[in-house]
T-cell receptor
Framework: DQQVKQNSPSLSVQEGRISILNCDYT??????FLWYKKYPAEGPTFLIS?????DKNEDGRFTVFLNKSAKHLSLHIVPSQPGDSAVYFC??????????????FGTGTRLTIIP | GAGVSQSPRYKVAKRGQDVALRCDPI?????LFWYQQALGQGPEFLTY????????KSGLPSDRFFAERPEGSVSTLKIQRTQQEDSAVYLC???????????FGPGTRLTVL
């Protein structure tokens, strides 16, 4: 039972354009969502997060949108740069579960930025 | 400062061998997590430590998997009698208690022949 889903295994975007990565979840207990970026042979690196009490969080070129009623979140990268080429993982946790904010991950989306 | 480190980075084991994977968390981080990432999948939770206490081991796939963190810092994930299905990347992450994010190490790629 995949509680966090990333339905697009891959995405190609022209440099300078907007990249939009999508993520859906099924568990209503999730109240905190994160995006991680992963390069080959490295561990995931934290990118941006959002609490369920918000619907948008922005950090430089990265914006995460949360639609709780649809159980959907998306990551926008604008403008896209070649260094953004990586695998992006959506993750969720139930922070109300005190003392164990274990993360549930999606299967990832490989983003390729075309120069 | 130093991030999370893991050793070895690569491990090849024959089926039936025991292996031990080490994680050095960021100094002072109370929480430590182990995840397993199979090829083409996202990381999946294995177990969680708060200091030396193992508070959740619900993700360990079988009793062949054992984790410890005896002094509340370094952690070891041990897999006994390895099977081919154990082949994966094993990721360790640490964080301050109830932090917003977890910091991951580079992982150990285990291949069981």
């Amino acid at each position: 039972d995949q509680q966090v889903k990333q339905n697009s295994p891959s995405l190609s975007v022209q440099e300078g354009r907007i990249s939009i990565l999508n993520c859906d979840y099924t568990n209503s207990m999730f109240d905190y969502f994160l995006w991680y970026k992963k390069y080959p042979a490295e561990g995931p690196t934290f990118l941006i997060s959002i609490s369920s009490i918000k619907d948008k969080n922005e950090d430089g070129r990265f914006t995460v949108f949360l639609n709780k009623s649809a159980k959907h979140l998306s990551l926008h990268i604008v403008p896209s740069q070649p260094g953004d080429s990586a695998v992006y993982f959506c993750a969720a946790s139930a922070r109300s579960n005190f003392g164990n904010e274990k993360l549930t991950f999606g299967t990832g989306t490989r983003l390729t930025i075309i120069p | 400062g130093a991030g999370v480190s893991q050793s070895p980075r690569y491990k090849v084991a024959k089926r039936g061998q025991d292996v031990a994977l080490r994680c050095d968390p960021i100094s002072g981080h109370v929480s430590l997590f182990w995840y397993q990432q199979a090829l083409g999948q996202g990381p999946e939770f294995l177990t969680y430590f708060q200091n030396e206490a193992q508070l959740d081991k619900s993700g360990l796939p079988s009793d062949r998997f054992f984790a410890e963190r005896p002094e509340g810092s370094v952690s070891t994930l041990k897999i006994q009698r390895t099977q081919q299905e154990d082949s994966a990347v094993y990721l360790c992450a640490s964080s301050p208690l109830r932090a917003d994010t977890q910091y991951f190490g580079p992982g150990t790629r285990l291949t069981v022949l």
